[in-house]
């Protein structure tokens, strides 16, 4: 009797722990085409604004390299290419192979990197259409702004706009296919990597729809549990930092040294936080426009604060010189890392307008809607959008 009692028990344990994941072992092996040896493969996990390595490798004489992989939480995980190249891919119970170009060996060098192809499994099919959509999608917009920014006749502002317009359209039909893969993919456990591109209220039925199909194959799958806390956390970020709520505080020194500021400091006035950095081209565009917005309303109660996610301070400090800023100016820690974190945003520039109180009023404003808006918070009036003209 108690032999039975004992396998009866030894069962019971063994159901309960069939869910949770058994560690594997995969290879990810490949081919550099034209490697680049200064660096090395790496496999990196990111978690939001964190980043771990978690391997690496060297490339072999014969361009060749290989990683056993211990996977003991399956996932979205990064394979960078000496620097030069990277790929999304999920990290299970396939075994992968993922060649790459490598180096570019052009005259004149640029990072615009080929399409990288997985050989694997169906969760890995699900990665390829998802890195494929990303990678099209940034060409893309790489073929837009050459073509809108070389159009004679219209002046830096208008070209903006439509450029903005063409990316809206992009990213509206990124959406859709990421919906497409959610619907038609919901059986792999991959899919849990495209589901978070479909935040929104229009998009909660088709999540829920996905998480319930998974949940009902392996409810305690633990990709699942970390995905629904993720986007609990994400929610409640959210909810802090809708319009109306105070801005999160924090303390940066400003360029002497001498003390910290944070936008804590400006209540009392209307307060134009930008997020910026000396590598980025489009803040140091966004730059003119952001100088006219301080000649005009900064004697009428709008004070401006930059704060820079440079990693390098003297390249903070040349880019400043530069520009020749006359508003406040700080630098955040770690490259910003946890400020981003904070305030949750990933591009930049990054442009909030908070009212006298400190509370968000306008998110993500850019050129002419910053001063729309800096416009309607002085005078209390909202100012109309012109519809533009429909022709044949």
Not at 97 to 110: L, M, S
């Amino acid at each position: 009797m108690r032999k039975i009692l004992r396998l009866l028990l030894f069962a019971c344990m063994m159901v309960s722990t069939s869910s949770v994941f058994a560690q594997k072992t995969i290879t990810i092996k490949g081919k550099v085409k034209f490697p680049y040896n200064r660096f090395n493969m790496e496999i990196v996990e990111r978690q939001g604004f964190d980043k771990t390595i978690i391997d690496s490798c060297k490339v072999k004489d014969d361009g060749t390299y290989e990683f056993k992989m211990k996977v003991d939480k399956p996932g979205v995980y990064t394979l960078d290419c000496q620097k030069w190249q990277s790929v999304q891919f999920w990290a299970e119970d396939e075994d992968l192979e993922i060649n790459f170009r490598g180096e570019d060996t052009a005259k004149i060098k640029i990072k615009n990197p080929p399409y990288v192809y997985i050989k694997g499994g169906p969760n890995n099919e699900v990665m390829n259409l998802m890195n494929w959509d990303g990678y099209r999608g940034y060409q893309l917009m790489i073929g837009i702004s050459q073509g809108v920014y070389r159009i004679p006749g219209i002046d830096d502002q208008a070209k903006q706009e439509v450029s903005g317009k063409f990316y809206d359209m992009l990213g509206n039909e990124s959406r859709a296919r990421m919906r497409f893969l959610a619907e038609h993919y919901a059986d792999r456990n991959s899919v849990l990597a495209v589901l978070p591109s479909l935040r929104g209220e229009e998009n909660e039925e088709l999540v829920q729809q996905v998480l319930s199909r998974l949940e009902s194959k392996n409810p305690n799958y633990a990709p699942l549990l970390k995905y629904k806390a993720e986007m609990a956390e994400a929610k409640a970020q959210k909810e802090r930092l809708a319009e109306g709520k105070v801005a999160p505080e924090f303390s940066f020194p400003t360029p002497d040294g001498k003390k910290k500021l944070g936008p804590q400091d400006f209540k009392g006035k209307i307060l134009v936080l930008d997020f910026w950095a000396s590598w980025c081209g489009p803040c140091r565009a966004e730059i003119p426009h952001l100088k006219e917005a301080y000649k005009e309303y900064s004697n009428k109660g709008v004070a401006f604060f930059s704060v820079s996610i440079d990693k390098d301070d003297a390249a903070w400090r040349k880019a400043m010189k530069e520009e020749n800023m006359p508003w406040t100016q700080a630098q955040a820690p770690k490259a910003g890392k946890d400020v981003m974190k904070q305030y949750q945003f990933s591009g930049i520039p990054y442009i909030l307008v908070l009212d006298k109180e400190g509370k968000i009023v306008a998110k993500n404003l850019r050129g002419k809607a910053l001063t729309d808006k800096l416009e309607e918070l002085l005078s209390g009036k909202k100012k109309s959008v012109a519809m533009p003209a429909m022709g044949m």
